[in-house]
């Protein structure tokens, strides 16, 4: 069964920094594409972030680029994204969510909740 | 970045009706177009993929059709268990969602 795990979440001021995982299992980890999508409170979908199965190729919402960091350790089975200089419009839940053919996220996880507030 | 409409923002709907929701791209993408369900608490579910093709184990009340700019979304025989909000998603270029559907029953 794919289950992917998210953790790391919580509350932090603005300005600060945030590190959140995402651990997979059940699925050849390192043979798939993986990304971020967000969801603010009360809000739709924002993808955050993608990276490739090797880790070699990356992209940013514009929201984020420049702030956040995707990144992956196949040995391990988990994704992560480092938030850096956050806002409070980063306030959201967070998923990690496994890409499938064609821009597909065919698997989610619970998500994590992000709040930045002083 | 292409920019996703859907309408309408939300509906309500008896059980068994013929619901249809309708998603726009602000350019052509083809039928690079996902459809997501999300129930109330719960991470989003993927229905539907490159515009009209239903996910293994998805029941086939849930459709979906169109290419170029715009796609329809449809549940044949409306069930309690879809109370939900519904997503379009592109992915032609960077993916972006549509801003969601809430549908509730009448």
């Known amino acids: 069964e794919v289950q992917l795990v998210e953790s790391g979440g919580g509350l932090v001021q603005p300005g600060g920094s945030l590190r959140l995982s995402c651990a997979a299992s059940?699925?050849?980890?390192?043979?798939?594409?993986m990304n971020w999508v967000r969801q603010a409170p009360g809000k739709g979908l924002e993808w955050v972030s993608y990276i490739s199965s090797s880790g070699s190729t990356i992209y940013y919402a514009d929201s984020v680029k420049g702030r956040f960091t995707i990144s992956r350790d196949n040995a391990k089975n988990s994704l992560y994204l480092q938030m850096n200089s956050l806002r409070a419009e980063d306030t959201a839940v967070y998923y990690c969510?496994?890409?499938?053919?064609?821009?597909?996220?065919?698997?989610w996880g619970q998500g994590t909740l992000v709040t930045v507030s002083s | 970045d292409i920019q996703m409409t859907q309408s309408p923002s939300s509906l309500s709907a008896s059980v068994g009706d013929r619901v249809t929701i309708t998603c726009q791209a602000s350019q052509d993408i083809s039928n690079y177009l996902n459809w997501y369900q999300q129930k109330p608490g719960k991470a989003p579910k993927l229905l539907i993929y490159d515009a009209s093709n239903l996910e293994t184990g998805v029941p086939s009340r849930f459709s979906g059709s169109g290419s170029g700019t715009d796609f329809t979304f449809t549940i044949s025989s409306l069930q309690p268990e879809d109370i939900a909000t519904y997503y379009c998603?592109?992915?032609?270029?960077?993916?972006?969602f549509g801003p969601g559907t809430k549908v509730d029953i009448k």
């Open positions: 998603q592109q992915y032609d270029n960077l993916p972006t």
């Open positions: 059940g699925f050849t980890f390192s043979s798939y594409e």
């Open positions: 969510a496994r890409q499938s053919s064609g821009w597909r996220f065919d698997y």
